[in-house]
């Protein structure tokens, strides 16, 4: 699908909060490839995303906290 049927031509970035492991980015940013992302979590939940992200190989795409 590209960005721009699906509205996202424009988007440079794409926030997150208490957005879990991260897949609605995950899902999100391939059909943006220009944008990046920023995930916001409770610390508890921020390692595990990190690790889930990381075996998507999204993680240089989406910062987390």
């Known amino acids: 699908m590209s960005p721009d049927r ?5 988007v440079r970035g794409d926030g997150d909060v208490a957005g879990g492991n991260g897949s609605l980015l995950a899902v999100l940013l391939p059909v943006a490839p220009h944008a990046r992302g920023v995930l916001l979590n409770l610390p508890e939940v921020a390692s595990a995303a990190s690790a889930h992200l990381e075996t998507l190989g999204m993680t240089a795409r989406i910062s987390s906290g």
């Open 6 to 10: 699906c509205g996202l031509s424009g």
